[in-house]
């Protein structure tokens, strides 16, 4: 069963449509109201959309938001009011909404609607990282017109998007449950001096979108981030890695404990090779930087790989054979597959929010098209081969 929660907000009008995606879908939808919402959307609304009575405060049930909350798979909260927001997360049980929610221990997805400078603020952003940090995944809110009449982020997102959001955390939830998952994302950093580096242009979003798609499936995810402009939204062991040489380091040491390892990284190939202590003053001569090797992480990993262990690479490649390149290092650093994107387009990639992948195994290769970097995440996931039975070291803490 869907509990669908409803907060007051004129988006609550979509959420008819919302109730009306999943009961045709065959889910058996119940849908819970806060007081304030029934002022939009009348309950005998949502009761035959739903073909069930609403639960609402001062209802005939005596325990509700117990009854509701034990029966159910997941609770979509749409639209998600910056009142209900707040109350979430600061466990409320101000109303049969709140409470549910404070009760109910399953999948969250909710879709926030508010006014574009109420989303924008410091308050609504602490409250999202609270939830963020118990598992509750947001859809939205999108860009446009807001209903008093302004343009910015703050619309709830369309019911046809909220419903695939279901339905992917419904047909996932839980299948990398027990799985201890290793990501690295981002680009790292190569000190020339105290302060400048040799660096790349990863953004970090790929990986970090793999490491949360992972949390979300139930995985016990552990993060090592480089240098990025994407920080992780679901919950997960984070360890800093700036340099190859960390990252390295910190790469080997939790290697042992991993049932899949995915490097995301985009690792510098090379690093100057007498780094400067302290800041190199100015000069008008040149100044030469010798760039040495690093060490091919991922194909130390791969020498050292137990039985069992899923081991897979990112490939950068630019333009032309880059399938054949990246199943050339697929088979070089003894993966199981190789995610290829290219980065000689400049409409996917780098700087952008979407990505194209084509992810190479020893026996095919299929083609991920131009999707959101979290979407291209959940198609990498429904395509790694599950580690078999053999069991890793433990994790030293
Ligand atoms: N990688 C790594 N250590 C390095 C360089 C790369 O672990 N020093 C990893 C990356 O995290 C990625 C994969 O290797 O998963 C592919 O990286 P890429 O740079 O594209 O491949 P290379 O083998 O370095 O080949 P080339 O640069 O020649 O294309």
New binding site residues.
């Given amino acids: 069963m869907i509990l669908v929660g409803v907060c007051g907000g004129i988006a609550a009008y979509k959420t008819c449509e919302l109730v009306r995606t999943l009961v045709r879908a065959e889910h058996d939808v119940q849908v819970v109201q806060t007081p304030d919402s029934q002022r939009f959307v009348g309950p005998t609304t949502f009761a035959a959309l739903s073909r069930r009575p609403v639960l609402a405060d001062g209802g005939p049930e005596v325990f509700p938001h117990l009854d509701a909350s034990s029966h159910a798979d997941l609770l979509c909260i749409a639209p998600l009011s910056a009142t209900t927001l707040s109350r979430i997360a600061h466990g409320e049980a101000a109303n049969v909404l709140t409470a549910t929610a404070l009760a109910f221990s399953g999948p969250i997805v909710a879709a926030p609607a508010m006014n574009p400078r109420m989303w924008e603020a410091e308050a609504t952003a602490e409250n999202l990282r609270l939830l963020a940090a118990r598992g509750v995944e947001l859809v939205g809110p999108a860009h446009g017109d807001t209903a008093e009449g302004e343009v910015g982020v703050g619309r709830m997102s369309e019911p046809a998007e909220i419903a695939a959001a279901v339905e992917a955390r419904l047909s996932t939830a839980g299948s990398l449950a027990g799985t201890r998952v290793l990501v690295?994302a981002g680009g790292t950093r190569e000190p020339i001096d105290a302060v400048r580096y040799v660096g790349n242009r990863s953004s970090g979003r790929m990986g970090v979108a793999v490491a949360d798609e992972a949390s979300r499936r139930g995985a016990d995810v552990t993060l090592i981030l480089a240098a990025a402009s994407a920080a992780p939204s679901a919950p997960m062991r984070i360890l800093r890695a700036e340099s190859?040489a960390e990252l390295e380091r910190a790469t080997l040491e939790e290697t042992a404990a991993a049932d899949v390892i995915v490097?995301?990284?985009?690792?510098?190939?090379y690093r100057p090779a007498d780094a400067f202590a302290g800041k190199r003053p100015k000069s008008g001569e040149p100044w030469h930087v010798t760039l040495e090797p690093?060490?091919?992480?991922?194909?130390e990993?791969g020498a050292r790989r137990t039985a069992g262990q899923v081991l897979v690479?990112?490939?950068?490649?630019h333009g032309p054979g880059g399938v054949e390149?990246a199943r050339a290092?697929l088979e070089?650093?003894s993966l199981d597959m190789i995610v290829m994107n290219d980065v000689s387009r400049t409409d996917i990639g780098f700087d952008s929010t979407e990505n194209e992948l084509v992810l190479v195994t020893a026996r095919d290769e299929r083609t991920v098209s131009r999707r959101s970097k979290r979407a291209c995440a959940a198609a990498l996931w429904d395509a790694v081969p599950a580690p078999t039975a053999a069991t890793p070291a433990p994790r030293g803490e």
């Fill in positions: 690295t190859a490097m995301a990284a985009a690792v510098s190939d690093t060490t091919d992480i991922l194909k990993v690479g990112f490939a950068a490649e390149r290092k070089r650093k």
